[in-house]
């Protein structure tokens, strides 16, 4: 039997279109909110709620209490400044970030001292650091141009850490410029010509290990490995009996050893080839990026700072 399916519709229900305006219940709602306001109820929920200046600042800890938390001994200074100080024997876990942790790993002997020194408003960004051992190290946190900081250290003036590459010639220098024209000079375009008084000794740009050394056509030559994929070629050489200098492949050399001077002219030049990870390059920007504050700077950093 076939099956029939009808409609099935329910009955609506209509809404009245007039509203009762419940005018009692407003009268009793405003009462309880006057009565609240005189007993100080909104007062003390904003006090309890995050709300914008009903912060309790007395819950942050200071400067002092951060310091101490961390192991260290906390110090006023003059001009609102803090000193926190550690010493550092066999953990280093107690130091509060990774560059302090990387200057305690520098230390000679069993114990050292570590100063961390800035402002008592901003302590997490220091004017500098102090690591006493046999000697003083100090750090600098000095702002570049783009408001970032770099640290400086305050014995070399170098990026810390970081290579930190020493002139080459012990007097007068001039590295080529960047507006240099090389028409009839194509050489130079993978080398730098370092000019300099006559007879100028010549040094190694950063200590390392003499891998060749000899003559060629321009005069004596050396290469060094610096480590850290670093090399560097010096070339153009003279070298004098007095001198008494003598480099053999393996010996090992640093940036007070002389290995040669410059021709005996009034200007003499010595060519220069820095590599790094096999690619040349150019000496300013090597040592330029080694040395991005000049000493200028460090010395008003230092007087602002009272160091």
């Not at 419940?22 to 995050?50: D, N």
């Not at 170098?158 to 009839?184: K, T, Y």
């Not at 850290?228 to 070339?235: A, E, K």
Request: charged residues 20%; contains cysteine.
């Amino acid at each position: 039997m076939p099956v029939e399916f009808s409609e099935y519709r329910c009955k609506r229900k209509y809404k009245s279109g007039t509203h009762k305006f419940p005018l009692f219940r407003l009268v009793i709602l405003g009462l309880v909110l006057l009565l609240a306001y005189h007993l100080g109820f909104f007062s003390k929920v904003a006090e309890i709620l995050p709300l914008p200046g009903s912060e309790d600042m007395s819950e942050k800890p200071s400067w002092k209490v951060a310091c101490e938390k961390s192991s260290g001994r906390s110090f006023d200074l003059d001009n609102n400044l803090g000193q926190c100080s550690w010493y550092v024997r066999d953990s280093m876990e107690a130091l509060p970030n990774g560059f302090l942790r990387y200057v305690a790993s520098l230390r000679q002997g069993k114990v050292s001292v570590i100063h961390w020194v800035a402002p008592t408003d901003n302590f997490s960004r220091p004017l500098f650091v102090l690591h006493e051992d046999s000697v003083t190290h100090a750090y600098l946190h000095i702002p570049l141009a783009d408001s970032s900081m770099v640290w400086i250290d305050e014995s070399t003036g170098c990026r810390f850490p970081g290579l930190c590459p020493n002139q080459p010639l012990g007097w007068s220098s001039l590295a080529i410029p960047e507006d240099f024209d090389f028409s009839g000079q194509e050489a130079l375009l993978a080398t730098d010509e370092i000019r300099g008084l006559g007879e100028a000794p010549v040094y190694p740009v950063l200590p390392g290990r003499v891998l060749e050394s000899g003559k060629d056509s321009s005069g004596f030559f050396v290469v060094i490995d610096h480590g850290y994929n670093v090399t560097s070629r010096m070339s153009g050489m003279f070298r004098y009996e007095k001198d008494s200098v003598s480099l053999e492949p393996g010996d090992l050399v640093d940036t007070r050893t002389q290995v040669g001077r410059l021709a005996p002219w009034d200007s003499s030049a010595v060519h220069l080839t820095m590599r790094h990870n096999g690619h040349f390059v150019r000496w300013n920007d090597f040592y330029g990026g080694s040395h991005p504050v000049d000493s200028l700077k460090i010395s008003k950093f230092k007087e602002q700072i009272g160091l």
